[in-house]
């Protein structure tokens, strides 16, 4: 039906860069807010960022100035740059949509599997 496959994470030091990726495939109609989660462990998952379809971003606080979400509409595809990186910032990340499929009238929410992201010296 609709999936979410992420990419991008890995090991970097403090004060390093990743971009992350989640590309949307399936049987799509329409796509609303993209957001990317994350989880470290022991915590609940967490909202990190959020775009809507038009474009309009919002951040947790913790990450502002330092993470900027973006979309690619015409791919499916949400992206998370990440500069600036902090040993807080270690979690699985998990990117998120809001799906309308070909055969129903509603959105429904997708996530995808997740990509590890460890910030450490």
């Known amino acids: 039906q609709v999936q979410l496959v992420e990419s991008g994470g890995g090991l970097v030091q403090p004060g390093g860069s990743l971009r992350l990726s989640c590309a949307a495939s399936g049987s799509i109609f329409s796509i609303n807010a993209m957001a990317w989660y994350r989880q470290a462990p022991g915590k609940e998952r967490k909202l990190v960022a959020v775009?809507?379809?038009?474009?309009?971003?919002n951040y947790v606080d913790s990450v502002k100035g330092r993470f900027t979400i973006s979309r690619d509409n015409a791919k499916n595809t949400v992206y998370l740059q990440m500069n600036s990186l902090k040993p807080e910032d270690t979690a699985v990340y998990y990117c998120?949509?809001?799906?309308?499929?070909?055969?129903?009238?509603?959105?429904?929410?997708?996530w995808g599997q997740g990509t590890q992201v460890t910030v450490s010296s």
């Open positions: 775009i809507s379809s038009g474009g309009i971003a």
């Open positions: 998120n949509a809001d799906i309308k499929t070909m055969s129903s009238v509603i959105f429904a929410t997708y």
